[in-house]
């Protein structure tokens, strides 16, 4: 990020305009419409206000002298725009005494940048590309115009009315944020967004009991609670809506080592964060110190979340958790995530179940080889099943020996998918005899299995074997 974004006081000096022609006039009109005072230099000599109210023109200074010579006491910004080799000389002159300046399409002369704004009055939200791509800016903007209500401002500006008395009847941070919460996320905040301020008003002020409100408990503190996440395998825009907005709420998030930075940039900026997982072949500090960590955070009055990678119930350990949580009286809540299987299936067009070819599916993990060993072999046979293995590349060879000594055809299709979801996703497709070996073309994990007739209809498979695909087109055309 090169350009951090902020918000300017326009009420604490002038900006100073240079420039002409469109370019101007359309940075002129935004200024205007965010309350700025102007002072205009324009560099043809010919300053054009038509189309701005008289409220706005009351705020535009126009300047005939040079701009290059004039007096920049109580000027907060400067702005070129259409403003040819002046404004590179602008540039050159605001940064020699501190001031932010914008020379327009020119990222070298400028210390500041516009956004593409979304105002909703007391609500804005800036979208910036660093100055790489305005068009895409924009493209954002219309899409969170289209998600934002159009009263959010006067939601914010009713909760700014009341903040400092609030403040004083409830002087716990994290319970006070509560309270907030309950107000837009409930009856109140759903009476400003319909337009019907005046009553929203009044309903808060008749809250009796601000702290009760915000859920506090008979002694005071705040309840906490305990939220499974399930993360999903990498890609972060497949979270859910919910796993987002648990993310948002919380106040401390524990993540396994699996869980990406990406991800993990979605939790709420102030919020505690603490790794918990592990790596294979690195020891971590196990499932009971996890669980106190969890009930500890709870009975503290912190909102947690346990974010898992993949899907909390699906050899993510979820279950033995949310039983120490309730053997400890912790409230809990689990959100599903999308697990490594049904990634990979979707990324790597590997169809779980086929219709006449795959009937069922089987899920089982071999974290290491004694754990492929354990595992009946024999009810995996069924041709038209499909075996998804968790964490098996280490034991690639015993699951490959317990197939075939089952009786599972060596020339079953098999997939090794590797940080699926992710940019740097990974396959390797072969037969069931060949497993071991594709295990070795894959660059680490985390990495599963798909064993199958099914992963010959694999995107991977379907290149690997493009005279075959052929045969099976003509034989249909036949």
């Known amino acids: 990020m090169r350009f951090l974004p902020v918000f300017l006081d326009l009420q604490s000096g002038k900006v100073l305009l240079v420039g002409a022609g469109d370019l101007a006039r359309a940075k002129l009109r935004l200024l205007t419409a965010a309350g700025a005072g102007v002072?205009?230099?324009?560099?043809d000599g010919h300053h054009d206000v038509s189309g701005l109210d008289d409220a706005d023109v009351a705020r535009i200074e126009l300047a005939h002298a040079d701009p290059l010579a004039t007096d920049l006491s109580g000027v907060i910004a400067i702005l070129c725009a259409g403003a040819g080799d002046i404004g590179v000389a602008m540039s050159?002159?605001?940064?020699?005494?501190?001031?932010?300046?914008?020379?327009?399409?020119?990222?070298?002369?400028?210390?500041?940048?516009?956004?593409?704004?979304?105002?909703?009055?007391?609500?804005?939200?800036?979208?910036?590309?660093?100055?790489?791509?305005?068009?895409?800016?924009?493209?954002?903007?219309?899409?969170?115009?289209?998600?934002?209500?159009?009263?959010?401002?006067?939601?914010?500006?009713?909760?700014?009315?009341?903040?400092?008395?609030?403040s004083a009847r409830i002087p716990e941070f994290a319970l006070r944020r509560r309270f907030?919460?309950?107000?837009?996320?409930?009856?109140?905040?759903?009476?400003?967004?319909?337009?019907?301020k005046a009553e929203a008003a009044t309903a808060l002020q008749e809250i009796a009991d601000p702290s009760a409100f915000a859920g506090?408990?008979?002694?005071?503190?705040?309840?906490?609670?305990?939220?499974?996440?399930?993360?999903?395998?990498?890609?972060?825009?497949?979270?859910?809506?919910?796993?987002?907005?648990?993310?948002?709420?919380?106040?401390?998030?524990?993540?396994d080592e699996l869980v990406s930075s990406e991800i993990l940039d979605r939790a709420r900026r102030d919020a505690a964060r603490v790794a918990v997982g592990r790596r294979v072949g690195k020891p971590g500090i196990g499932l009971d110190a996890v669980n106190k960590l969890l009930i500890d955070a709870a009975r503290s009055g912190q909102r947690a979340v346990r974010l898992k990678g993949g899907d909390?119930?699906?050899?993510?350990?979820?279950?033995?958790?949310?039983?120490?949580?309730?053997?400890?009286?912790?409230a809990y809540s689990v959100v599903?995530?999308?697990?490594?299987?049904?990634?990979?299936a979707a990324q790597f067009e590997a169809p779980l179940t086929y219709r006449h070819e795959a009937l069922r599916i089987t899920f089982?993990?071999?974290?290491?080889?004694?754990?492929?060993?354990?595992?009946?072999?024999?009810?995996?046979?069924?041709?038209?099943?499909?075996?998804?293995?968790?964490?098996?590349?280490?034991?690639?060879?015993?699951?490959?020996?317990?197939?075939?000594?089952?009786?599972?055809?060596p020339q079953t299709p098999v997939g090794v998918f590797a940080r699926v979801t992710r940019p740097d996703a990974q396959a390797a497709v072969g037969t069931l005899a060949q497993l071991p070996d594709l295990v070795k073309k894959i660059d680490g994990g985390p990495a599963i299995l798909i064993i199958g007739d099914v992963v010959a209809h694999s995107a991977p498979w379907r290149r690997s074997n493009p005279s075959q695909m052929i045969s099976k087109l003509v034989e249909a055309a036949e």
């Open 312 to 330: 909390p119930f699906i050899f993510g350990r979820g279950g033995e958790e949310i039983e120490a949580l309730r053997k400890a009286g912790v």
């Open 92 to 166: 050159v002159r605001a940064k020699a005494v501190g001031l932010p300046v914008n020379v327009m399409d020119d990222l070298v002369h400028s210390t500041f940048i516009f956004p593409a704004i979304v105002d909703r009055g007391d609500v804005i939200v800036a979208v910036g590309t660093g100055g790489a791509s305005p068009v895409v800016a924009r493209r954002v903007r219309e899409r969170i115009e289209a998600m934002l209500p159009a009263r959010i401002g006067d939601l914010a500006s009713l909760i700014g009315d009341f903040r400092k008395s609030i």
């Open 364 to 409: 089982l993990t071999a974290h290491k080889a004694r754990d492929a060993e354990t595992v009946d072999w024999s009810a995996l046979t069924d041709t038209r099943m499909t075996v998804v293995v968790y964490m098996g590349m280490t034991a690639a060879p015993s699951v490959r020996a317990g197939l075939l000594a089952a009786g599972r055809s």
């Open 216 to 255: 506090a408990q008979a002694q005071g503190k705040v309840e906490g609670r305990v939220t499974l996440v399930g993360a999903g395998p990498g890609d972060p825009d497949l979270l859910t809506i919910k796993a987002l907005r648990a993310l948002q709420d919380a106040d401390i998030v524990f993540y």
């Open 180 to 196: 907030w919460e309950r107000v837009i996320d409930g009856p109140i905040g759903a009476l400003v967004l319909d337009g019907r």
């Open 39 to 43: 002072r205009w230099f324009a560099t």
């Open 336 to 344: 599903p995530g999308i697990t490594a299987g049904l990634g990979a």
